[in-house]
């Protein structure tokens, strides 16, 4: 069984899904790995490094792409090197379904296998390879650490022979993996720390970790059976509103991390409520890339608005290449293995498997 990767374009994505860690474990389990040439290069795992764990590198991309058995990637690769894939290929990766719902249909239809990991369910067994926690973890670390830089004041309170300055007030707008690790990070750091969510679930955990939670009068309990969060109704989304109305009147950092599956960003910081926030104030838009959770948020765009940073990035893990390709590459090999049946060493598609059958596009 032959298992490959292209590189991505580094444009975009940084990431890469199989480190030379990974590699060797793959061949362990009796994988021949094949990578494009420099597929690491730029996070400093050389072809060399790679060569060294038996993986073989390949020149032209083409010839990976016909010869595996499994394609690991972060996205869904062009439609150039989608057109070379062929009947019985497995492709996984984080493949975006809602939005490339043609693509993937037509490559069902030439039998090729697609696996998209973030609709992996929310069970006890998928952890190990649950790609949106592991992810998230790190964007919602690291959108802290952005919008502290971009925060002209200390964090932190500070009592000096000259005055006392006071501790910023953070609040972390949504609750789950990112939101959670966002809170533990700014209250690492000194904040004073508030956060929202629709979920009430989200309540205990954020107290747990020091942050106040701000509960919306008469809240239901918006949480699918999987864990995500559903859209709320018009009557919580105007109590919300009020509610953040009056919070963001003094809030120096607003982290947003407000997302539901599948579909565009809710619009939670109106116009409004930014024209009354301190001038000064920064927020971070970690949902930038499906729409934002801001009224004024643009990707890869800082935009001052009367004072107020609003800071959104396409894909911040970027910056956190190395650390986000070693738990990704972890995940994916996981997942693998769980597909892999250790008596025959071949792909095994059992779609009693909940794993393998929700995450299998079909």
Avoid: W
Wanted: hydrophobic residues 40%.
């Amino acid at each position: 069984m032959k298992i490959g990767s292209l590189s991505e374009d580094l444009n975009i994505e940084k990431r890469v899904a199989i480190t030379p860690e990974i590699a060797k474990k793959y061949i362990s389990l009796g994988f021949e790995v094949l990578l494009s040439k420099d597929y690491g290069l730029h996070l400093g795992f050389g072809n060399e490094q790679y060569k060294s764990q038996g993986v073989n590198i390949f020149e032209n991309g083409k010839d990976i792409l016909t010869n595996s058995d499994i394609i690991l990637q972060l996205g869904l690769p062009s439609d150039d090197n989608l057109s070379l894939l062929k009947e019985n290929q497995n492709l996984i990766g984080v493949l975006n379904p809602f939005l490339n719902k043609e693509k993937l249909e037509k490559l069902s239809k030439k039998k090729i296998n697609n696996f998209s990991l973030e609709l992996l369910p929310r069970i006890t067994r998928a952890q190990s390879m649950d790609i949106l926690s592991s992810q998230a973890n790190l964007a919602g670390y690291k959108a802290v650490i952005e919008s502290f830089a971009n925060f002209e004041k200390a964090i932190p309170m500070m009592m000096t022979a000259a005055g006392t300055v006071p501790a910023a007030k953070v609040l972390v707008v949504g609750a789950g993996v990112a939101g959670l690790q966002a809170i533990a990070t700014a209250k690492r750091m000194g904040a004073i720390v508030f956060a929202t969510d629709v979920r009430m679930a989200s309540k205990e955990q954020v107290e747990s970790l020091g942050g106040k939670f701000l509960t919306v009068e008469g809240s239901e309990n918006l949480e699918t059976e999987g864990g995500y969060a559903k859209e709320a109704s018009e009557e919580f989304k105007k109590k919300q509103e009020d509610l953040l109305s009056e919070t963001l009147k003094k809030i120096d950092i607003v982290i947003c991390t407000a997302l539901i599956p599948g579909k565009k960003a809710p619009v939670i910081i109106k116009e409004d409520m930014i024209k009354n926030m301190q001038m000064g104030s920064v927020i971070y838009d970690l949902a930038a890339i499906q729409g934002g959770n801001t009224a004024y948020t643009e990707v890869d765009k800082i935009i001052d608005h009367r004072g107020v940073k609003i800071i959104g990035e396409m894909n911040i893990l970027n910056k956190l290449p190395i650390s986000a390709s070693t738990l990704y590459a972890k995940n994916l090999f996981n997942f693998v293995s769980n597909l892999l049946d250790k008596k025959t060493g071949k792909i095994n598609i059992n779609l009693e498997d909940e794993i393998i059958e929700k995450t299998l596009v079909k």
